[in-house]
């Protein structure tokens, strides 16, 4: 399999920070169509609720935590991924 070479640096942050680059916004400011989010905390501060929130306040159209406008409300799958495999 051919991967592309790594990007990162200045070139990441243009790529990134591009603003001739236009992305559909899901939930303003937090996330884009074709993007991806990635929280980070220590095990059990409440990481997989405060998804789950957002997630049903996107799927059902209401402003996440109050203040992320979502333009158009869409289906979510959530696939849990941080249980042992017998949970």
């Given at each position: 399999?051919?991967?592309?070479?790594?990007?990162?640096?200045?070139?990441?942050?243009?790529?990134?920070?591009?603003?001739?680059?236009?992305?559909?916004?899901?939930?303003?400011?937090?996330?884009?169509?074709?993007?991806?989010?990635?929280?980070?905390?220590?095990?059990?501060?409440?990481?997989?609720?405060?998804?789950?929130?957002?997630?049903?306040?996107?799927?059902?159209g209401?402003?996440v935590?109050?203040?992320?406008?979502?333009?158009?409300?869409?289906?979510?799958?959530?696939?849990?991924?941080?249980?042992?495999?017998?949970?």
């Amino acid at each position: 399999m051919n991967l592309p070479d790594p990007v990162f640096g200045e070139t990441l942050k243009s790529l990134v920070f591009n603003p001739n680059i236009k992305r559909k916004s899901l939930i303003e400011g937090l996330l884009s169509e074709h993007s991806s989010l990635m929280l980070s905390a220590d095990p059990g501060t409440g990481k997989s609720y405060l998804m789950l929130q957002a997630l049903v306040q996107y799927a059902s159209g209401y402003p996440v935590f109050g203040g992320f406008t979502v333009e158009n409300s869409g289906r979510v799958y959530i696939i849990q991924k941080d249980r042992a495999i017998h949970e």
